[in-house]
T-cell receptor, first 108, second 116 residues
Framework: AQRVTQPEKLLSVFKGAPVELKCNYSYSGSPELFWYVQYSRQRLQLLLRHISRESIKGFTADLNKGETSFHLKKPFAQEEDSAMYYCALKGGYSTLTFGKGTMLLVSP | DGGITQSPKYLFRKEGQNVTLSCEQNLNHDAMYWYRQDPGQGLRLIYYSQIVNDFQKGDIAEGYSVSREKKESFPLTVTSAQKNPTAFYLC???????????????FGPGTRLTVL
């Protein structure tokens, strides 16, 4: 069975501090991983996917197959980064398995 | 915004009543999905459909039903058999990728259902 674990329900940092949102997965095949973000009063949207190896809004995430992790990182957090972040794993067919989410709060 | 619409935004239901949530997309996407979002639970898949007139159960399908009579529409019915229906419901859609597999899922704004 596939599973996504986000160990932190809440991560609170000050503006300018580095941020790392943790995501670990369990999957027997070749994983395809995503980070989705939900800002206040906005719909859930894709932030980035591992196959693109891109940086969006200063965030990056590297797939580490040895550690089965896909942590989301940003060197300097901004207040507008405050949101709910979900790690997701694409399994069979077109479905996604989501983690329980981490709320990021960035204080001034 | 646009692309995927869900209605209504808020819905109240009495216990024992069935209720249908609407999801429409104009993205010409083949696949559509229904998720339930609860605090501390993340998103859990209820049903999904990859083609018209076909759909599959997700992880928590009990007490729910769907239909896919048209490509652009995927309504979800929450039946009286659903023991804890109060939640935020999200609809999503996606299209097949060029290299196989499926592209990213696009989400609707959600419907908040409250059972009184």
């Amino acid at each position: 069975a596939q599973r996504v674990t986000q160990p932190e329900k809440l991560l609170s940092v000050f503006k300018g501090a580095p941020v790392e949102l943790k995501c670990n997965y369990s999957y027997s095949g070749s994983p395809e991983l995503f980070w989705y973000v939900q800002y206040s009063r906005q719909r859930l949207q894709l932030l980035l996917r591992h196959i693109s190896r891109e940086s969006i809004k200063g965030f990056t995430a590297d797939l580490n197959k040895g550690e089965t992790s896909f942590h989301l990182k940003k060197p300097f957090a901004q207040e507008e980064d405050s949101a709910m972040y979900y790690c997701a794993l694409k399994g069979g067919y077109s479905t996604l398995t989501f983690g329980k989410g981490t709320m990021l709060l960035v204080s001034p | 915004d646009g692309g995927i619409t869900q209605s209504p935004k808020y819905l109240f239901r009495k216990e024992g009543q069935n209720v249908t949530l609407s999801c429409e997309q104009n993205l010409n996407h083949d696949a559509m999905y229904w998720y339930r979002q609860d605090p501390g639970q993340g998103l859990r898949l209820i049903y999904y459909s990859q083609i018209v007139n076909d759909f599959q159960k997700g992880d928590i399908a009990e007490g729910y039903s769907v239909s896919r009579e048209k490509k652009e529409s995927f309504p979800l019915t929450v039946t009286s058999a659903q023991k804890n229906p109060t939640a935020f419901y999200l609809c999503a859609s996606s299209s097949p990728g060029l290299a196989g597999g499926w592209n990213e899922q696009f989400f609707g704004p959600g419907t908040r259902l409250t059972v009184l």
